[in-house]
């Protein structure tokens, strides 16, 4: 079965230093790969995502990620940390079979210290 | 204003009640799916639906009810409320097969007392 593991339930950065969340996923199949962010009361909104073009994806807010295979990973990064950035970071996992389906991990809560 | 809208935003109802949540997009997507939010969980499928009149069971879909008559409604019916059903409920939209970004709508917080 397709799974997704979020190696840290928390993670606190100071403002300006960089922002690692990272991200394993178990499977057989080639998978696509998203980084989803929801703010403090707010819906899920879509950070980046890998669909089998490059390895390193860049996102929105100056986030980035990198696929890497042999180590079925998909951390996310950030140069420097901003205080917009604090909220629940969730990766996900679909593996292309067709239905778009759609497997989370437990989410990362990011704090960003002043 | 197009999107994906969800109502209510918060609904606090008791055990035993049935209660419906209802979720609305503007943007004629094929898919659409329903999620629940809960502590050390992440986000959990109840149901989905690829077009009207087509649904399908997701990871927890015991206690819910969907139904798909129209492109754009996608509603979610406790049949009969249980505590364990509190929760946040997220609906979300994608484009037709291939695109796999899903698109959510703002959640409602739900209470079982």
């Known amino acids: 079965a397709q799974s997704v593991t979020q190696l840290d339930s928390h993670v606190s950065v100071s403002e300006g230093t960089p922002v690692l969340l990272r991200c394993n996923y178990s499977?057989?199949?080639?998978?696509?790969l998203f980084w989803y962010v929801q703010h403090p009361n707010k819906g899920l909104q879509l950070l980046l995502k890998?669909?089998?073009?490059?390895?390193l994806v860049k996102g929105i807010n100056g986030f980035e990620a990198e696929f890497k295979k042999s180590e079925t990973s998909f951390h996310l990064t950030k140069p420097s940390a901003h205080m917009s950035d604090a909220a629940e970071y969730f990766c996900v996992v679909t593996f292309n079979f067709g239905n778009e389906k759609l497997t989370f991990g437990t989410g990362t809560r990011l704090t960003i210290i002043p | 204003d197009a999107g994906i809208t969800q109502s209510p935003r918060y609904k606090i109802t008791e055990t035993g009640r049935q209660v419906t949540l209802m979720c609305h997009q503007t943007?004629?997507?094929?898919?659409m799916f329903w999620y629940r939010q809960d502590l050390g969980h992440g986000l959990r499928l109840i149901y989905y639906s690829a077009a009207a009149d087509i649904t399908d069971k997701g990871e927890v879909p015991d206690g819910y009810v969907v139904s798909r008559s129209k492109t754009e409604n996608f509603p979610l019916t406790l049949e009969s409320a249980t505590r364990s059903q509190t929760s946040v409920y997220f609906c979300?939209?994608?484009?037709?097969?291939?695109?796999?970004?899903?698109?959510f709508g703002p959640g409602t917080r739900l209470t079982v007392t």
């Open positions: 943007w004629s997507h094929s898919y």
């Open positions: 499977s057989s199949y080639s998978p696509s």
């Open positions: 979300a939209s994608s484009e037709s097969r291939g695109t796999y970004e899903q698109y």
């Open positions: 890998y669909t089998s073009a490059a390895t």
